[in-house]
Each structure stands twice: as C-alpha cells, then as structure tokens.
C-alpha cells in the first residue's frame, strides 16, 4: 500500500510540475482547394475544413484561404495583412498556392518570376514576425491519360515552390506529387470519390450534376488534410506531438 501511495503521490506531483504547452494558431493561406466552403456548395470541401478536427486544444487552426485567390490577390485583398496582425511569435503559417497563379487569363495570375517573388516575401515577412512558414506545393488536380497514369498539371508552379523553400530553407510539403500519387494508387474510376464529381439529380445543391476534377468531396478533403499531417509527422515539425492520437479500441 505504501508502494502505491508513493507511486501515486509522484504522478500528481508530475502532473503539477511539468509546464503546459503554449498555445499556438496555424494560419491556412491559400486558393479554393483549402478554403471553407458555403453551405450551398456542399459537398464541395477544402481540406483545411477536416483540417481542424485532427489537433489538441492547444492549437487553434484560423483558415484564411479564399476561392479563386493567388499570391497577388491573396496580398493585394489584405488577407495576409490579417495573418501578420492576428499572429503571435511561434504560431505556423500553411502557405498554398499556384492553381489561380498559373492560369495567364486570370486577372490574378501571375509570372513565374512573380510567384517566385511573392512566395519569398511571405516567408521574410513571416519571419520578421517570428512565425513558422511552411510552403505547400498547389495540390494535384485529378488528371489522367489513355493510359491510366496520372498527368501533372502544376509542373512548372510547383517547382518554383520546391525551389523556394529549398532556397529559403523552410519546409516543403509536396502536395502534387502525394496528391498524385493517391490518385494513381485509387486509379481513373476510384479517384473520382476524392472531386466534386456529381451526376444530374445527385445532390440538390447542383441539380444540373458536376464534374470537377479540382474540387474535393468530403472524402478526398479529410484524404488531403491527412497527407498534410503525416507530411507534419515526416518532417518532424514541433506542431506533430501537437496532433490528436487515435483511440484504438481493444
């Protein structure tokens, strides 16, 4: 009994004693692919939605990415200003673009040089802050050819965001090349569970049905939020003893 007692004693005196984690933010700045969607999209998801549900409550996930925004207009439209003042030092920043960037008849896109230019001054700035950059390559789109192999349509952007981070010493998570690797492993019909892929009739909020191989479902959002994790895992990022570990039932 004085055994236990003692044993006992030690872990409340443990629990007092060992300091609290600091509460931390991770921001989301990106395109449509991440951002929180309208009610009458449904089921259309960006993973940063599922995103949320995977960390403790000492991390508060603050979701600022927009439909259709690029480096330019994601600055321009001052939602990075609103990272920069709502952010403290030690707090993450997910940085994900390139789909609207890339696309020369957009009013927002932009040149290589200028992706270049514009991802570089996200990570000084957020330095100067003291915050933690992390870049993301644009996560794939669902796009395969007469043969069944997965095509990339992000070539070009996502290696200006693999040379950036190499450059900058920050850290990289390849969401085109995971993405397409899940979407070849799933194969042509499987993958189309992950997109917005709807038939007239399916759902009520796109009667006419809906085929986009951009857009997640539900499904192919919380798949993408859990790359996003592992990649955290893989990396060794402090946020990874950050995320929620499994119930496993015996």
Do not use: C
């Amino acid at each position: 009994m004085k055994r236990s007692g003692l044993i006992f004693s030690t872990l409340i005196l443990l629990a007092f004693s060992l300091p609290e984690k600091k509460k931390i933010k991770i921001f989301i700045a990106g395109d449509s692919t991440a951002s929180i969607k309208e009610t009458k999209a449904y089921p259309e998801t960006g993973w940063g939605m599922p995103f949320v549900y995977f960390w403790d409550s000492t991390v508060t996930v603050i979701n600022k990415a927009k439909n259709g925004r690029s480096t330019k207009s994601f600055r321009n439209e001052g939602l990075w200003k609103q990272i920069l003042d709502e952010s403290s030092e030690g707090d993450y920043v997910l940085i994900q673009f390139g789909h609207n960037d890339e696309v020369p008849t957009k009013a927002n896109a932009t040149t290589e040089a200028e992706f270049r230019n514009n991802l570089t001054v996200f990570i000084s700035e957020a330095r100067s802050k003291k915050l933690n950059a992390v870049l993301l390559t644009p996560v794939a789109r669902r796009k395969f050819d007469s043969a069944g192999k997965i095509a990339g349509t992000h070539d070009v952007y996502s290696q200006i965001v693999r040379e950036v981070a190499a450059k900058e010493m920050v850290p990289l998570i390849d969401m085109d090349k995971k993405g397409q690797q899940l979407y070849q492993q799933m194969g042509v019909e499987n993958s189309k569970l992950l997109f917005l892929q709807l038939k007239p009739g399916d759902h009520p909020n796109h009667p006419e049905g809906k085929e986009d191989n951009t857009h997640f479902s539900e499904l192919g959002a919380r798949l993408i939020a859990q790359i996003v994790l592992k990649e955290i895992k893989d990396l060794k990022l402090d946020l990874a003893e950050r995320i929620i570990q499994p119930v496993i039932k015996k």
